[in-house]
């Protein structure tokens, strides 16, 4: 089955600076990758997603690349706000196979 | 419109005791999905539904889980004898299409306690 590995576990950033969070995984057929952001006690919500047809995505503040060769892809997060601040999930495949989750913190 | 809701939001119960977990997914949602979040991590998936048929329960932990969609459209989650390893958050999605990928939406979860 499917296995999604994700880097950094937590990741400390400055309000205004880029957080990049990053996913690998090992099966060459998945080609649908989500992001989910979910604060605490709350449902995971999509942010983005891109599937594996299509390189790079972009919606507004936060964009996806996706490397099928190397089976990785990223999310990019720029001019980060105190309110980006929660665990993101990368996630990977139809029956969606999800990361460990990273906790980002962006201090004011 | 109504996003998915689940019920009940938190449940304890006791070593032993049988617990039923409910899901609504969106009205007209083709596609339903369980799945486990332990503390502090990611979500597991349990098992997907096409309107009433259950194509995939492969990730049920044991023979102790259960899932039916009799109707194609609620849903119901049942843990038998619960174990104190069941303890978890269990979240429901619905996605509109079937044969493709469609985003899941996320129900709030019900929080599962075994004393």
């Known amino acids: 089955g499917e296995n999604v590995e994700q880097h950094p576990s937590t990741l400390s950033v400055q309000e205004g600076d880029s957080a990049v969070i990053k996913c690998t995984y090992s099966d060459s057929a998945s080609n649908y990758f989500p992001w989910y952001k979910q604060e605490l006690g709350k449902r995971p919500q999509l942010i983005i997603d891109i599937r594996s047809n299509v390189g790079e995505k972009k919606d507004q503040r936060i964009a996806v690349t996706l490397n099928k060769t190397a089976k990785h892809f990223s999310l990019h997060i720029t001019e980060t706000q105190p309110e980006d601040s929660a665990v993101y999930f990368c996630?990977?495949?139809?029956?969606?196979?999800f990361g460990q989750g990273t906790i980002l913190t962006v201090h004011p | 419109g109504a996003g998915v809701s689940q019920s009940p939001r938190y449940k304890v119960a006791k070593r032993g005791q049988d617990v039923a977990l409910r899901c609504d997914p969106i009205?007209?949602?083709?596609?339903l999905f369980w799945y486990q979040q332990a503390l502090g991590q990611g979500p597991e998936f349990l098992t997907y539904f096409q309107n009433e048929a259950q194509l995939d329960k492969s990730g049920l932990p044991s023979d102790r889980f259960f899932a039916e969609r009799p109707e194609g459209s609620v849903s119901t989650l049942k843990i038998q004898r619960t174990q104190q390893e069941d303890s978890a958050v269990y979240l429901c999605?619905?996605?509109?299409?079937?044969?493709?990928?469609?985003?899941?939406?996320f129900g709030p979860g019900t929080r599962l306690t075994v004393t």
């Open positions: 996630a990977a495949s139809f029956r969606l196979t």
């Open positions: 009205s007209g949602h083709v596609s």
């Open positions: 999605a619905s996605s509109m299409g079937q044969g493709g990928i469609y985003e899941q939406y």
